[in-house]
């Protein structure tokens, strides 16, 4: 077997200390014989070099296959008697023989020397907490308690309930760099009738004064059985249900809790005849619940919106109801706001930059926001590619489906001179121009689609033909400049209206564009052309309305414009609608309204039944099985990355959500009035499908640059801190303080320091009240509030089969699922690197020497 040093450099005082000695022999006076002489300074110079090659740390080095071995037994309070027999039982057994090379190690939430490594006594009963089970920990000693010089193994005994501390697995990488093998002893409970409360849930955002509903999941071993189940709000009994238990997981809904300010415990029990585990009986969940969400509802005609805005109220909400020219246009007033909700508000009421800061506030704020359906609504009331579109999680574009008709859509646009004045850094001729492209944009290929531009004379501009070539049609509307005069009405309907009779359309639509001031030839004069229908504008479009093709106007201007008047009237001749707008930036979104609303593509009015689709909390217990027809639909698509929350029967989307940034918005393509949802206020889900809507898509009671948790470990708390804003910046260097402040008792301050980028953390002893809550701050905003309860009975909880688990854990750790007691000690699978130090015999072989050493020197030779 080689040998090595640990100090080699010292093996060089060997020549000289054997110089010196010949060197003191060779000028010693002492009358010794030559024989004495020499027998003497050898064996003085063995001595010396002996001393200094033990110095030098000499050591064999080998190979072994002899395993050393930790029995790591679980004494947790899980762990029932049975289970602690048989463990006690299999370490007696396999160690019977082998005691100076095993140990043990007895853990739970923290882990203690049983006995000592090698040691032949037999092992002490430790003291450890025994409320819950970190099992990564424990492995982590037990690998720490054994010797360096063997192949190690640990002998796990446990049932698998981990329930505190790191995934199990992330010690197993640890043990393999240290070439420990780990076998796994189950010790799995018999099957006794118990029934444990696993859970209790309440929805994460609820605020104070809203409604909502609670979830209890309650698990029962053995035999179905009848159990009662109490709910505790506070303290406070507020729900007790009977209910039949079936072998397995069952949920129970506890409906119409109210939140309370601040803090929240909400408790519950089981009581199960028979039960041969009381201490899993319990369950809870402790929460901090903000002030009320302040919601704000906008309609055209806010009384519609009184029965949704009570039903908000009545679940705790504080809410407004105002017209859409009450829509704030600023973040600073959106900021006093968690959640807008646009009803039916057309996009020609809100100006860009209502709608911008609309987007900005959701996205970069957090908002919330949700546009609910009407006439007026998504692509009827001209959102399309607007800010506001944007942000939906579906599409407003013309839905193209078979049952779709193919229109023919030609636009008639004022290019008089009055055209050429400026409207928000642009003319309002190129207004217009934008205005009949976001019209084009709308229709499908199939569609038809022509422009003319009319002064005193009108110029085809884009042919009515088919709108595939959306890109040429853009350009050439692009081009159009205005001219001189007024539009010549009369001339432009006439050229109009036979290019329409013969198009091979089902809808034919006219969107007449004009300066409401600036409107002239109303009549032919005295040369009426017999073939239109009468000389009159009026008359004509009451002809070309007999031919089913129908006109909308789009005036310029204001009420007591010269033309207004004849305007509204020419629209109400030609069947179509009349729209009025003194501010020419609103053009485009007129256009794109009129065009959705003129070919029929984006309303459905009709009785239809909503499905649910998924199990998003916003559904759960509403009874949708029991719900009445809504009667009319904004027809759209989702986008995709939209959750699809509930479609009609035929299905197209009802309710979609997405995240937009960081905040949520959310599509109603029905509405929440009278109108469509006449029959749904009156339904009982109604109230609680608004709430639950509204309080997912609240902005949130809580920071988006800072967040923590509480973790548990033994008898020990930590809180881990994020600091990183919405853009992924860590924040780094802040003085970040957390306050705990126990149940009935003081509150102390602590300082978490900064552990790697954006992270910060502190730990300390649990508190020993039953309940705490807990203060982060940054010393930038304001604190975000956590609470924390003490969970007694999380390790008598059951757990799914363990077997799985702890057979993972022993084939990843490279040992025996199951090991006989005789199999312990086998040979490892890898052999270890033994070292065994030789200073001790070579010390001790001076010692002996030394006695020799004196006699040579003092015996007569003579």
């Known amino acids: 077997m080689p040998v090595d040093f640990e100090r080699p450099y010292l093996l060089f005082l060997i020549p000289l200390a054997l110089a010196l000695v010949w060197f003191l022999q060779r000028n010693s006076l002492a009358a010794w014989t030559k024989p004495q002489k020499a027998l003497a300074t050898s064996v003085r110079c063995t001595i010396l070099a002996l001393i200094i090659v033990a110095l030098a740390g000499p050591a064999y080095r080998g190979a072994t296959q002899d395993a050393a071995v930790v029995f790591l037994r679980d004494v947790s309070a899980s762990v029932d008697e049975a289970g602690r027999k048989a463990a006690s039982a299999f370490i007696e057994q396999a160690a019977r023989e082998h005691p100076k090379d095993s140990g043990q190690v007895d853990f739970a939430a923290g882990a203690a020397v049983a006995r000592a490594y090698g040691s032949t006594d037999e092992g002490r009963e430790v003291t450890v907490p025994k409320d819950s089970t970190d099992l990564a920990s424990a492995l982590e000693f037990a690998q720490a308690s054994l010797p360096a010089d063997r192949p190690g193994r640990i002998v796990l005994l446990t049932d698998g309930a981990v329930n505190s501390g790191r995934p199990a697995e992330s010690a197993l990488a640890r043990l393999k760099e240290r070439g420990v093998e780990l076998d796994v002893v189950p010790l799995i409970p018999e099957t006794r009738p118990d029934a444990a409360v696993l859970s209790v849930t309440v929805p994460p955002a609820v605020r104070e004064g809203e409604t909502f509903d609670a979830k209890v999941a309650i698990s029962s071993a053995g035999s179905d059985a009848r159990a009662t189940v109490r709910f505790f709000q506070n303290r406070v009994l507020v729900a007790e249900v009977e209910k039949e238990l079936a072998r397995g997981v069952s949920e129970i809904r506890i409906p119409n809790l109210r939140a309370e300010a601040g803090l929240g415990l909400y408790e519950a029990t089981v009581t199960l005849p028979g039960d041969t585990r009381p201490e899993n009986n319990r369950g809870h969940i402790v929460t901090v619940h903000g002030g009320a969400a302040r919601t704000l509802l906008v309609d055209r005609d806010p009384a519609q919106l009184e029965g949704l805005a009570g039903v908000l109220r009545a679940s705790g909400f504080q809410v407004e109801v105002r017209p859409a020219s009450g829509v704030p246009a600023t973040l600073e007033e959106l900021e006093g706001f968690d959640l807008v909700m646009l009803s039916d508000v057309p996009a020609q009421e809100l100006s860009d930059q209502q709608m911008r800061a609309l987007a900005s506030w959701v996205k970069d704020f957090g908002g919330g926001f949700l546009m609910a359906g009407g006439e007026a609504s998504f692509g009827a009331g001209g959102y399309f590619r607007t800010p506001v579109a944007a942000m939906l999680p579906v599409r407003i574009e013309r839905q193209e489906r078979e049952e779709t008709p193919v229109a023919a859509?030609?636009?008639?646009?004022?290019?008089?001179?009055?055209?050429?004045?400026?409207?928000?850094?642009?003319?309002?001729?190129?207004?217009?121009?934008?205005?009949?492209?976001?019209?084009?944009?709308?229709?499908?290929?199939?569609?038809?689609?022509?422009?003319?531009?009319?002064?005193?004379?009108?110029?085809?501009?884009?042919?009515?033909?088919?709108?595939?070539?959306?890109?040429?049609?853009?350009?050439?509307?692009?081009?159009?400049?205005?001219?001189?005069?007024?539009?010549?009405?009369?001339?432009?309907?006439?050229?109009?209206?036979?290019?329409?009779?013969?198009?091979?359309?089902?809808?034919?639509?006219?969107?007449?564009?004009?300066?409401?001031?600036?409107?002239?030839?109303?009549?032919a004069g005295g040369e009426g052309n017999p073939s239109v229908g009468g000389g009159s504008s009026l008359d004509l479009a009451a002809a070309m309305l007999a031919n089913r093709i129908t006109l909308s106007v789009v005036a310029l201007g204001r009420e007591e414009d010269k033309d207004t008047a004849f305007l509204r009237d020419l629209a109400a001749k030609g069947g179509g609608r009349f729209y009025l707008t003194a501010d020419a930036t609103t053009l485009p979104r007129l256009f794109s309204q009129e065009t959705m609303r003129a070919t029929?593509?984006?309303?459905?009015?009709?009785?239809?039944?909503?499905?649910?689709?998924?199990?998003?909390?916003?559904?759960?217990?509403?009874?949708?099985?029991?719900?009445?027809?809504?009667?009319?639909l904004n027809l759209s698509s989702a986008k995709p990355g939209a959750d699809l929350l509930l479609a009609a029967e035929s299905g197209e989307p009802v309710l979609a959500i997405w995240r937009y940034g960081l905040g949520q918005a959310a599509a109603f393509l029905s509405d929440a009035k009278p109108r469509w949802a006449a029959e749904w206020m009156t339904w009982p889900g109604y109230g609680k499908f608004w709430t639950q809507l509204a309080r997912q898509l609240v902005r949130p009671d809580?920071?988006?640059?800072?967040?923590?948790?509480?973790?548990?470990?033994?008898?020990?708390?930590?809180?881990?801190?994020?600091?990183?804003?919405?853009?992924?910046?860590?924040?780094?260097?802040?003085?970040?303080?957390?306050?705990?402040?126990?149940?009935?008792?003081?509150?102390?301050?602590?300082?978490?320091?900064?552990?790697?980028?954006?992270?910060?953390?502190?730990?300390?002893?649990?508190?020993?009240?039953?309940?705490?809550?807990?203060?982060?701050?940054?010393?930038?905003?304001?604190?975000?509030?956590?609470?924390?309860?003490?969970?007694?009975?999380?390790?008598?909880?059951?757990?799914?089969?363990?077997?799985?688990?702890?057979?993972?854990?022993?084939?990843?750790?490279?040992?025996?699922?199951?090991?006989?007691?005789?199999?312990?000690?086998?040979?490892?699978?890898?052999?270890?690197?033994?070292?065994?130090?030789?200073?001790?015999?070579?010390?001790?072989?001076?010692?002996?020497?030394?006695?020799?050493?004196i006699w040579l020197r003092r015996r007569d030779w003579t």
């Open 409 to 523: 859509l030609l636009v008639i646009l004022d290019r008089s001179g009055s055209m050429s004045a400026m409207a928000g850094g642009q003319t309002k001729m190129s207004l217009a121009n934008e205005g009949a492209s976001l019209a084009l944009e709308v229709l499908q290929a199939r569609d038809l689609f022509g422009v003319f531009a009319v002064d005193t004379r009108v110029q085809q501009v884009v042919p009515l033909a088919s709108a595939s070539d959306k890109t040429g049609a853009a350009r050439r509307i692009a081009g159009i400049t205005s001219g001189g005069g007024g539009i010549y009405v009369y001339t432009s309907l006439a050229e109009a209206f036979p290019v329409l009779r013969d198009a091979q359309a089902k809808i034919k639509h006219i969107i007449l564009f004009a300066d409401a001031a600036d409107a002239e030839e109303k009549s």
């Open 600 to 632: 029929q593509s984006s309303l459905r009015e009709d009785a239809f039944l909503v499905v649910p689709m998924g199990g998003s909390d916003v559904l759960q217990g509403i009874p949708w099985s029991e719900a009445p027809p809504l009667l009319g």
């Open 702 to 853: 809580r920071r988006d640059d800072l967040s923590a948790e509480v973790v548990e470990s033994g008898d020990r708390l930590a809180v881990d801190v994020s600091a990183v804003t919405g853009a992924g910046t860590f924040r780094n260097g802040l003085p970040v303080t957390v306050t705990v402040a126990e149940q009935g008792g003081a509150s102390r301050s602590l300082t978490a320091p900064q552990v790697a980028p954006g992270r910060y953390r502190v730990e300390f002893p649990k508190p020993e009240a039953e309940t705490a809550v807990i203060a982060v701050g940054d010393g930038a905003g304001r604190p975000i509030s956590l609470a924390w309860m003490r969970d007694a009975g999380r390790e008598f909880l059951p757990v799914a089969d363990s077997r799985p688990f702890l057979e993972k854990l022993a084939r990843d750790g490279g040992g025996i699922f199951q090991p006989t007691p005789e199999q312990v000690f086998r040979p490892a699978a890898k052999a270890a690197s033994t070292r065994r130090d030789l200073s001790p015999w070579l010390l001790a072989a001076a010692l002996l020497l030394w006695p020799v050493d």
